[in-house]
């Protein structure tokens, strides 16, 4: 069949892409197909936390994403060694946390509310060139898209069309699990609602931080632990991570045998990779995330904006070449913010000596809040209003009536954390 767009992926980038397309050109969007390889609800690695770009972004797609089960996290602790400082993003609290299989859903029911299509359990086995685009070759037959748009992840298939260049993204990773929220042997200090990113094993080559989120998981209070490895910077790193997540589970009072652990690669975002080819774009973790703390559910809402806006004017245009695709994305709030968050990881990691470590967060707290909050994130409101809202009167049932998630085995509890002014 054939379709001006084909989005592959229906995640937050992909589902993203579709809603802007809804509202910046109607009739372009039912022209739209989206295809996913598996069925909403599925299960999906992430932390799930919202930073508040997260909001405004999906506030001014007429979407109020508190209909999606959440925690909102009371503070989130920067730490190092056992000390550290708190930071919030919002007023009231740091950020939300999501499970992304419900969030995930709930966006995707957001695109068939708009009359979008969506084929599910439809798995991409070949991409192939033709005349007038791109031949999208699936378990459930070909569709031929004029644009194809790459939001199937960093290990999808679409971003294979799009040529690595001589500055290639680096490749992140991360490992996670969840576990009940009361530690089954030891009594936390920390707070039901608060979270905690830890920097204690940079110095022993995790160039990154390992954390603990609350979360919730069918109603149940539950607490979501992981590590996350950045290898931004060229030198020798740790080797598996299951030992560091062992060890920091093991000081919060759980045996890390008892759970789950689960990993993957993440691609990291390189102002100088590519991020488009001719009839193809890029979005979400296939374009790249951020590098610092591997947030990446409010960048890749970012992505949608700008991939359709660009595919828009493609349309308008006849030009489907997409060479100013990669300087929009540079030149957007996001992309700046992305930016900078790059450098920003490969200077902390440069600077893994325990003793530069304690000055940053025992030392540096008001200044490393500051910068943090104001310099890293904080881009969310530059984002220019969209159009009036185009909703089709079809309703179509919520993630939240699906099958819920089952529940995993037990979690970990960080020990106590100090701050600065401690």
């Keep these: 069949m054939q379709y001006d767009v084909i989005i592959v992926g229906s995640g937050p980038a992909g589902s993203s892409t579709a809603l802007h397309l809804a509202h910046l050109n109607p009739r372009l969007a039912e022209r739209t197909l989206?295809?996913?390889?598996?069925?909403?609800?599925?299960?999906?690695?992430?932390?799930?936390?919202?930073?508040?770009?997260?909001?405004?972004?999906?506030?001014?797609?007429?979407l109020d994403y508190r209909e999606v089960p959440h925690v909102d996290v009371d503070w989130a602790w920067l730490t190092f060694r056992g000390r550290g400082f708190p930071l919030r993003f919002n007023r009231d609290f740091a950020f939300r946390v999501v499970r992304r299989n419900e969030f995930d859903g709930w966006l995707a029911d957001q695109v068939r509310r708009r009359g979008i299509e969506i084929k599910e359990e439809t798995r991409v086995t070949k991409l192939e060139r033709t005349d007038e685009g791109v031949a999208v070759h699936t378990?459930?037959?070909?569709?031929?898209?004029?644009?194809?748009?790459?939001?199937?992840?960093?290990?999808?298939?679409?971003?294979?069309?799009?040529?690595?260049?001589?500055?290639?993204?680096?490749?992140?990773?991360?490992v996670e699990l969840v576990t009940p929220a009361d530690p089954p042997h030891v009594r936390s200090t920390v707070k039901d609602d608060d979270a905690i990113l830890d920097f204690t094993y940079m110095p022993e080559g995790v160039q990154g931080y390992v954390w603990s989120f609350p979360t919730k998981i069918a109603g149940l209070r539950m607490r979501n632990w992981g590590v996350y490895d950045s290898r931004t910077v060229p030198r020798k790193s740790v080797g598996s991570l299951r030992p560091v997540a062992a060890d920091w589970m093991e000081k919060a009072g759980y045996r890390l045998d008892d759970y789950h652990l689960e990993g993957h690669p993440i691609r990291l975002f390189e102002p100088r990779a590519r991020f488009a080819a001719p009839n193809v774009v890029l979005a979400g973790d296939a374009a790249g995330v951020d590098a610092t703390f591997g947030e990446g559910i409010s960048p890749a809402l970012a992505y949608g904006e700008l991939a359709a806006r660009a595919i828009g004017d493609a349309f308008e245009r006849n030009d489907f070449?997409?060479?100013?695709?990669?300087?929009?994305?540079?030149?957007?709030?996001?992309?700046?913010?992305?930016?900078?968050?790059?450098?920003?990881?490969?200077l902390l990691n440069r600077m893994s000596n325990p003793?530069?470590?304690?000055?940053?967060?025992?030392?540096?707290?008001?200044?490393?809040?500051?910068?943090?909050?104001?310099?890293?994130?904080?881009?969310g409101p530059q984002v220019k209003p969209l159009p009036a809202l185009h909703i089709r009167p079809e309703a179509v049932p919520t993630g939240a009536e699906k099958a819920a998630e089952a529940i995993p085995a037990p979690h970990a509890r960080p020990a106590a954390v100090r701050s600065e002014r401690d």
């Design 34 to 62: 989206v295809i996913e390889r598996d069925k909403h609800p599925r299960h999906k690695l992430c932390g799930g936390g919202c930073v508040p770009e997260v909001e405004v972004i999906l506030s001014r797609l007429g």
């Design 139 to 174: 378990t459930r037959g070909v569709f031929h898209g004029r644009v194809v748009v790459g939001a199937d992840g960093t290990s999808g298939m679409v971003r294979r069309l799009v040529p690595e260049g001589d500055h290639p993204a680096p490749l992140a990773r991360l």
């Design 321 to 346: 070449s997409f060479g100013s695709y990669g300087k929009s994305v540079l030149a957007s709030p996001v992309g700046r913010s992305l930016s900078r968050r790059t450098h920003a990881a490969r």
């Design 355 to 379: 003793f530069v470590q304690k000055l940053i967060w025992w030392r540096m707290a008001p200044v490393a809040r500051w910068y943090i909050t104001k310099v890293l994130f904080n881009w």
